[in-house]
């Protein structure tokens, strides 16, 4: 079977790990043996105008995946009504050319509604290959999806085969918005490279490592985090808080912890490589996630294949990944409870409460690359037969 995937968004340089999980997804679908490719029209905002003032079309190939990227130059900032007609052309044009050097896909995954579902349903009318989409986007529980984006959106979920969701919480939100029939509700798959060591036993532990992994946004309530640590343990504690990330939050964080003088236990390490995450989360005894909303939580999933423990605030996607054998939940947004939490966790990870070898047994079932991409590779098999009509009319609102 060929598979063709559209992310919505993508690494722009080596290192960068934005969209990262649809590349692991894409090559955990290859090695289970499918042909898989991969388009992408890669937006660059205007102070790249110098290097792609001509629109720059290459190909590559990365985990066996073939990968056709048309880079251009966004000039009209902010204004998706005018981008999204140009992100579809340009796809468009990267399909015939993937096309040309590989032959027409199966079956198209494609990566969010807006945009990559509007592509996907632009190439369905077209040549009729059938396609699946997967929602990750905050934009449905935050109500953000404006009317312009509204309709073609729900057109290319009325076309789809399937839509699948990487949350309950997410699909719920989406079942607000619009009419879903046929539903699957699959998770982000954890790269392999958080299950390449030996998890290290953290019996009898009096010094503990908490961590965080996170945009210093606003919403990951890093301050929530910072106050809990100290109300839990006070100034004089011996226990660290790791926070790794980077942010506009990131000089009202350093003045907090600085006003709390507990700069020798909780440090902000700015953002790291994926390596070095997966180094940080082995040093580390408890992942911690205060964050008011996530669709899903790829970072929870790669703490729990380091077989720590994790305590997650109630934010919709990690609803479908914290149980009582691998963690603690909370109230968002509630500095008290999360204290609480940390309390209660540091008791339990010096009692020997937590088995981490059990945890990580967990997370390779249910968010292991085999795991997740077995569900997608009979996902898409099942898509590919289903070929029918066009039952939608072509997107008005895509003429330019």
């Known amino acids: 079977m060929h598979v063709l995937v559209i992310p919505s968004w993508f690494a722009h340089y080596q290192g960068d790990p934005s969209g990262s999980f649809f590349a692991t997804q894409a090559s955990g679908v290859h090695e289970l043996g499918e042909q898989v490719g991969m388009i992408y029209p890669d937006l660059r905002s205007l102070r790249h105008v110098k290097k792609y003032l001509r629109s720059k079309t290459t190909w590559s190939s990365s985990g066996g995946v073939n990968i056709f990227r048309k880079t251009y130059i966004n000039w009209t900032p902010r204004i998706e009504r005018l981008i999204l007609p140009k992100w579809v052309a340009a796809g468009m044009q990267l399909f015939d050319g993937y096309c040309a050097r590989f032959g027409k896909p199966d079956v198209i995954h494609a ?23 997967t929602e990750h986007s905050s934009q449905w529980h935050k109500h953000e999806v404006s009317p312009y984006e509204m309709l073609p959106a729900r057109q290319a979920a009325k076309n789809a085969k399937v839509v699948i969701s ?47 992994v996170a945009l210093l946004n606003p919403s990951k309530r890093q301050d929530i985090l910072i106050d809990a640590f100290f109300h839990a343990f006070g100034k004089e504690t011996p226990h660290l808080l790791y926070i790794v990330g980077d942010g506009p939050e990131r000089i009202a964080l350093e003045q907090r912890i600085s006003r ?5 236990s909780i440090q902000l390490l700015g953002m790291q490589p ?18 008011d909303n996530e669709t899903f939580g ?34 968002a947004g509630n500095l008290h409870a999360v204290a609480e939490a940390m ?20 997370c390779i079932n249910d968010f292991s690359q085999l795991a997740v991409c077995s569900k997608l590779v009979k996902i898409y098999a099942s898509a590919a037969k289903q070929i029918d009509s066009i039952s939608t009319p072509p997107d008005v609102c895509l003429q330019q």
């Open 298 to 331: 790829v970072v929870v999933t790669e703490a729990l294949a380091k077989g720590l423990p994790v305590i997650s605030t109630k934010c919709g996607g990690t609803d479908d990944i914290v149980t009582m054998e691998n963690g603690l939940m909370t109230e």
């Open 166 to 212: 990487v949350s309950n919480a997410l699909l719920t939100h989406m079942r607000q918005d619009m009419e879903l029939t046929h539903t699957h509700v699959v998770p982000n798959a954890v790269d392999p490279v958080f299950f390449a060591t030996e998890i290290r036993d953290q019996s009898n532990k009096k010094k503990l490592t908490f961590i965080n």
């Open 111 to 133: 990566h969010c509604l807006l945009r990559a579902g509007v592509l996907a349903a632009a190439i369905f009318r077209k040549h009729g290959i059938p396609y699946v989409v």
């Open 274 to 291: 994926k390596n070095r995450v997966a180094g940080l989360l082995d040093e580390s005894d408890c992942f911690v996630l205060t964050s």
């Open 260 to 264: 709390y003088g507990m700069g020798a």
């Open 343 to 362: 309390t209660t966790m540091s008791q339990r990870i010096e009692s020997g409460f937590y088995n981490r070898k059990q945890i990580r047994d967990g």
